[in-house]
T-cell receptor
């Protein structure tokens, strides 16, 4: 199993550009989520999905869109990039294990918006 | 809503010394608790988790944590650290009937020879 994969690893955007961060998992996990990591703030939830066709907003959803057409894929779209979106983005997936949703993380995408 | 406070942002420690990372949470209902580790330029890896039962939880790489409901704490300990334990450590909490994790701000552990 590859686990959770993310592409690209690094990306530089200019203000106003759009792009899609890709996330895929091969563990047949029902739950997937996107976080952003900023220094001193831990990880903050952007959007999450509890299954194909179902998505919802997390703590910091503004400026981002998601969709979940398959169990495996959960792309994150930046509609019009802003310098405040400079961050490291992590995708995670999880299953119901022993009653808890243990999450598995991808390696991250480091995004810089100039 | 639940929240997590990690009481130390940076912890320097000498090799083979013990280390304790402090985590407090707030929630009015039952929670599950987790500690994750992030090595430089990598994703997060689960160290251990508390779901129920014994309040002393053992994880990977010699780490353990103790759940204290009365003090709403979940402190992480290791009796003897190695250089390779240099990393950022995150405490996280979720409600028992929810998917969403709430993370603390993280504690950076730097192990020196």
């Amino acid at each position: 199993n590859a686990g959770v994969t993310q592409t690209p690893k690094f990306q530089v955007l200019k203000t106003g550009q759009s792009m899609t961060l890709q996330c895929a998992q091969d563990m047949n996990h029902e739950y997937m989520s996107w976080y952003r990591q900023d220094p001193g703030m831990g990880l903050r939830l952007i959007h999450y999905s509890v299954g194909a066709g179902i998505t919802d907003q997390g703590e910091v959803p503004n400026g981002y869109n998601v969709s979940r057409s398959t169990t495996e894929d959960f792309p994150l779209r930046l509609l019009s990039a802003a310098p405040s979106q400079t961050s490291v983005y992590f995708c995670a997936s999880s299953y119901r294990g022993q009653g808890a949703y243990e999450q598995y993380f991808g390696p991250g995408t480091r995004l810089t918006v100039t | 809503a639940q929240s997590v406070t990690q009481l130390d942002s940076q912890v320097p420690v000498f090799e083979e010394a013990p280390v304790e990372l402090r985590c407090n949470y707030s929630s009015s209902v039952s929670v599950y608790l987790f500690w994750y580790v992030q090595y430089p330029n990598q994703g997060l890896q689960l160290l251990l988790k508390y779901l129920s039962g014994s309040t002393l939880v053992k994880g990977i790489n010699g780490f353990e944590a103790e759940f204290n409901k009365s003090q709403t704490s979940f402190h992480l300990r290791k009796p003897s650290v190695h250089i390779s334990d240099t990393a950022e450590y995150f405490c996280a909490v979720t409600l028992t009937n929810d998917y969403k994790l709430s993370f603390g701000a993280g504690t950076t552990v730097t192990v020196r020879a």
